[in-house]
């Protein structure tokens, strides 16, 4: 059977992936002079509570030593990382991948997307795998599902995301506008984060936000996903137009991971979709 692996910004910890079968590799978090892994040794609850305390935390890719233990099979393998250009998980495996003698059973894929999305796609993975099904057809089905997926961010504190460098210049501009709910989503190739739209309450950009959704025809056969940074008031605006508007579609909701809050801040919201 085809061994899945994947990090934790598809946001299920490592116990959440034994359930169905994988091994999910946990991103680190520094705030306060120390580190954690994440959704492992820190939860959302205590990196909010850091920051309010002025503590600004950073993320990285997990540690290379998991990396590598993870790749030393003889299984055929799938590696799914989160999208390359937002995170240096994807060039990282690559480097770990070019360690290993024989690796050509290993496939390191960057999936172009993070969060709800990426956990859709790992959980897609492990259903085909136990099925059977070979590493090409894996990989050929996530193909099929990314390639109708998008991700929108409405950011609380924009300074986080600026201080990551994942955003194009014209998206960095939006910095002082943070007063009339600026909303950002991923570039198309998936590697940045671009401006999308700029309103004047956070209930009319969730407008906006499934207006698209409505055009690009998100119905049954995709998944939406709503995640946020311990906001349930803003998380239950967005639910229940959800529930309204697309009454067929599936939905999940999310409380984001301590690495993710940390690229997107505290407060954050995320409106996903992704074809099933």
């Not at 950073?58 to 799938?78: D, F, H, K, N, Y």
Request: hydrophobic share 35%; with cysteine.
């Amino acid at each position: 059977m085809v061994k899945i692996i994947t990090d934790s910004s598809c946001m299920m910890s490592r116990v959440e992936g034994e359930a169905i079968g994988v091994k999910v590799l946990p991103l680190q978090v520094t705030v306060n002079n120390a580190s954690y892994e994440d959704l492992e040794t820190l939860t959302s609850e205590k990196l909010i509570e850091e920051i309010r305390n002025k503590h600004l935390p950073t993320s990285s890719q997990p540690a290379i030593g998991l990396v590598q233990e993870a790749m030393e099979t003889s299984e055929e393998t799938v590696y799914i990382c989160m999208a390359d250009g937002l995170s240096g998980t994807y060039q990282s495996a690559l480097s770990v991948q070019n360690t290993i003698e024989n690796s050509e059973h290993i496939h390191v894929w960057n999936c172009r997307t993070l969060c709800g999305p990426q956990k859709y796609l790992t959980e897609k993975a492990a259903k085909l795998a136990n099925e059977g099904k070979s590493a090409t057809e894996i990989l050929e089905a996530l193909e099929e599902s990314v390639s109708k997926c998008q991700s929108f961010l409405m950011p609380s504190d924009f300074d986080f995301l600026k201080r990551g460098g994942r955003m194009t210049p014209l998206a960095a501009t939006m910095g002082g506008l943070l007063k009339i709910n600026p909303i950002v989503t991923q570039t198309e190739d998936g590697r940045r984060l671009d401006k999308f739209h700029v309103s004047r309450t956070f209930a009319r950009g969730v407008d906006k936000i499934l207006e698209v959704l409505t055009a690009k025809g998100v119905d049954e056969k995709y998944k939406i996903y709503i995640s946020h940074a311990n906001v349930q008031d803003k998380c239950d605006i967005v639910e229940e137009k959800v529930k309204t508007l697309f009454p067929n579609t599936e939905y999940e909701i999310i409380k984001l991971s301590p690495a993710m809050i940390t690229q997107g801040g505290p407060g954050c919201v995320a409106i996903q979709y992704i074809l099933k």
